[in-house]
């Protein structure tokens, strides 16, 4: 099946600053990507849908400064966490669908991006 | 709308046995319906997922599960566990108008499977 990867895996950065997170489609065109967050021990809270060349579509609740969403080419998408306080530590999961060669993929998930603001 | 109802946070079986995870949904249009895994600080793995047609759907590992639309159940099953299929459980819903991309979660069910 198709391969969606995360970079980096985990990360601690310090209250008020950024950090940004990588999410690519290896062997397929993500023409749609989704960013999710985890909470320790509970379920996917879909954050935003971002669509290759446009603007990403915010779930309700979700601040679009704060986390922003960028989906510049049809193999990457990233999610900037800006001025990050401790209340963002989560695990970030991304998903990717497209297509390639005629055939449309399912949503495939990243392998999760495990964020720690201290 | 839509939602996902799992029974059972915690779920407990002996290596062997059968295992059963609950999921009723709530959905105001036909739903695509999906099972994942998720093993510790890892993404989620599709097990199987019904979009139309025959109702029982047979996914990896040995899982399957039947999608009851006069009970809204997609319950998963596999005949008998192994101690690898201990993980977390998530059963998902998602509009068929949206190409099953809109996807909502259940809260997910940990199966803990004994040697």
């Known amino acids: 099946g198709a391969v969606v990867s995360q970079h980096p895996s985990w990360v601690i950065c310090k209250s008020g600053t950024s950090v940004k997170i990588e999410c690519r489609s290896l062997d397929f065109q993500a023409t749609t990507m989704f960013w999710y967050r985890q909470f320790p021990k509970q379920s996917l809270m879909l954050m935003a849908t971002s669509n290759e060349g446009s603007k990403a579509t915010y779930e309700q609740g979700v601040e679009k400064d704060k986390f922003l969403i960028n989906h510049a080419s049809l193999t990457l998408s990233t999610l900037t966490v800006t001025s990050a306080h401790p209340e963002d530590s989560s695990f970030y999961i991304c998903s990717a669908t497209g297509t390639s060669g005629g055939l449309t993929y399912e949503q495939y998930f990243g392998p999760g991006t495990r964020l720690t603001v201290t | 709308a839509q939602s996902v109802t799992q029974l059972g946070s915690h779920v407990s079986v002996s290596e062997g046995a059968l295992v059963l995870l609950r999921c009723n949904y709530s959905?105001?249009?036909?739903?695509?319906l999906f099972w994942y895994v998720q093993y510790p600080n890892q993404g989620l793995q599709l097990l199987l997922k019904y979009t139309t047609g025959a109702t029982l759907v047979k996914g990896i590992n040995g899982f399957e599960a039947e999608f009851k639309k006069s009970e809204t159940s997609f319950h998963l099953t596999k005949p008998s566990a192994h101690m690898s299929d201990a993980a977390e459980y998530f059963c998902?819903?998602?509009?068929?108008?949206?190409?099953?991309?809109?996807?909502?979660f259940g809260a997910g069910t940990r199966l803990f499977v004994k040697a």
């Open positions: 998902a819903v998602s509009p068929a108008n949206t190409g099953g991309f809109k996807t909502i």
């Open positions: 959905s105001s249009v036909p739903p695509y």
